[in-house]
């Protein structure tokens, strides 16, 4: 493997098909395409069908609880779209878009890996086609609207500055935003009060375009953003200050899906790119729905662990989008189970029967999590040289103990070639006719219980603990009326727990819940478990460091 070609001497070797060509596997006329030059567009909403939906299957990946080492889950997912297309299958992938910050922090490109990669690999990880600006815009103009409307005497809704909840945006890992002081210098520059930065998938706006199902439903969410309160206690939201359609006219291009391709040729749709740490973590309903309406198997991904991506794709996107999973994929490695069973990452690569059997519990539970939504996964095994047969042999057995069938991927060397195995189980699955999807709680449960539900049952916890900050925020929140929408917890995604130190399966533990915010436009609570991050910082050496473009306009160093 020490010769084997970076993701991005991949991609570029690659031959890249006009996008017109790609469209023609889903039936898509060539009209229909907004174009982003030849290998990039835009899909109309036209093309969903409500009726077709009914007969196409959802695919989500998942995974354990990311390590160091590293999983895999778009490499998984864009390597299963090919293998499934390989076995005779009408697939497309329906994936997140990336963010810039992670990829000029320490994550580099995240358009998959090897020989599973969606292209033109470049664009899609820079700026692709502007959507991640739409939405930094229409969510700074609300800002500028915010401290336009305190400035000025006319036509003033006698907002209370200090208690602004919403903050700007920007695509950029810059810790240094955090917490600054604005409207300094005068009295021509704004009233000075405090704000922030979050990083743009953590914008509100991006959760609201991730839930909207058409323009007026976008343009309804929008103006129900909580902005903060008046002096005499009255909350304020978007349409108080008109906001919803000039913030919607700036997103009228970034509703609608991308369509790109795989290596190989096929068809994936990418939009919308949320975390999943502090946000739902799943690309668009309406891209969900257009897969589904465009194909037979739509492979979609949910970002981090089982424990967040996947109980915030079932719990909320489901219950928003109505859609129902016919099978769940997750994704592990034999280096991330060493992890999980106390290898240090200097031995990640050594072979350690007892260590992948201890590590095991991290994977074993996200099996029992995902029967608790009425679905026995199937998991992935995502290849890796130093992997070992034994290794690998165990996992299996120890799946099968569970009734869950555990495929080795190889679609990070072989594409589709690689994950046919994987393919073949994954239409097992499904057309057993035994995975019933049920959402894990009643969104008419009351806050407490929604949350007591998920720690207790999916994290393992014995119990929840609120701080008399938390507790203050739960009346505020029934006082608002928002005690019917689900909750999207935010906690780190190392760990089962709160505490991300506790790898593995941890038991004998509670979660705290810090405090609350809500998203009120989303549709959705947060409660905020530990000290959760909006912004990141950039590591001692960034990614962008080694990242280069020579003068035909060449990049490498990407991934």
């Known amino acids: 493997m020490s010769n084997f070609p970076s993701d991005i001497e991949i991609a570029q070797a690659a031959q890249i098909k006009h996008i017109k060509t790609i469209a023609q596997k889903l039936n898509i006329e060539e009209d229909d395409l907004y174009y982003f030059g030849k290998h990039k ?3 109309p909403l036209t093309l969903i069908n409500e009726e077709k939906i009914k007969n196409a299957h959802l695919v989500l990946v998942t ?7 590293g999983e895999g889950k778009t490499t998984v997912s864009v390597g299963l779209t090919d293998g499934l297309n ?26 998959g890996g090897g020989y599973s990669q969606v292209i033109p690999m470049e664009d899609i990880n820079l700026h692709f086609t502007g959507d991640f ?3 930094e815009k229409a969510n700074n103009l609300l800002s500028a609207l915010i401290d336009n409307n305190i400035q000025n005497k006319q036509n003033n809704l006698n907002i209370d500055p200090r208690t602004i909840k919403w903050k700007r945006v920007i695509d950029m890992n810059d810790r240094a935003l955090r917490q600054i002081t604005i409207g300094l210098g005068g009295t021509l520059n704004g009233i000075p009060r405090e704000d922030g930065f979050n990083i743009t998938p953590a914008s509100e706006v991006m959760a609201i375009l991730c839930m909207s199902k058409d323009i007026e439903d976008l343009k309804k969410r929008l103006g129900n953003i909580f902005v903060g309160y008046t002096f005499d206690k009255k909350p304020i939201f978007a349409h108080d200050l008109k906001a919803e359609n000039a913030m919607a006219i700036l997103l009228k291009d970034a509703i609608h899906p991308n369509l790109v391709q795989t290596l190989e040729g096929n068809p994936a749709i990418l939009h919308g790119g949320p975390f999943a740490n502090i946000a739902q973590g799943t690309n668009t309903i309406l891209a969900t729905k257009m897969g589904l309406s465009l194909a037979d198997y739509v492979v979609t991904e949910a970002g981090f662990g089982a424990d967040l991506g996947a109980e915030k794709f079932m719990n909320i996107k489901c219950g928003y989008g109505n859609l129902k999973p016919s099978t769940i994929v997750i994704v592990a490695t034999i280096r991330a189970l060493r992890h999980h069973g106390g290898a240090k990452k200097e031995e990640y ?20 999590n995902c029967k608790k939504f009425g679905i026995t996964p199937v998991v992935a095994i995502n290849h890796f040289p130093s992997d070992t047969e034994e290794e690998i042999n165990l996992v299996k057995e120890l799946c099968n103990t569970h009734n869950v069938k555990a495929i080795v991927s190889y679609g990070f060397t072989k594409g589709g070639e690689g994950t046919m195995n994987l393919a073949t189980a994954v239409c097992e699955s499904i057309e057993q006719g035994t995975n019933k999807f049920k959402p894990l709680y009643d969104w008419d449960l009351s806050i407490e219980a929604k949350i007591e539900k998920i720690a207790t049952e999916i994290y393992g916890a014995d119990g929840v603990d609120y701080s008399s ?17 689900p909750v999207c917890m935010a906690k780190t995604q190392k760990s089962l ?4 130190t506790k790898i593995g399966r941890p038991t004998n ?4 819940v810090r405090e609350f915010e809500f998203a009120a436009g989303a549709g959705f609570i947060i409660p905020i478990l530990g000290d959760m991050m909006r912004m990141p910082g950039l590591p001692v050496i960034p990614a962008s460091e080694h990242m280069f473009i020579d003068n035909n306009g060449k990049i490498s160093g990407l991934s």
Do not use: C, M, W
């Open 41 to 43: 567009a835009k899909l």
């Open 63 to 69: 995974a354990i609880n990311p390590t160091p080492a």
């Open 86 to 111: 390989k076995i005779g299958k009408k697939a497309v992938a329906v994936l997140r878009e990336p963010s810039l910050g992670p990829v000029f922090g320490i994550k580099g490109g995240a358009a």
């Open 133 to 135: 600006s739409a939405i």
């Open 349 to 368: 690569n050594t072979a350690s029967i007892e260590r992948v059997s201890n590590g095991f519990q991290n994977l074993e539970k996200h099996i029992e």
């Open 469 to 485: 900050k938390a507790k203050n925020q739960i009346k505020t929140i029934n006082d608002l009326g928002y005690q019917g929408f």
């Open 497 to 500: 727990s709160d505490t991300e």
């Open 509 to 512: 533990f509670r979660v705290t």
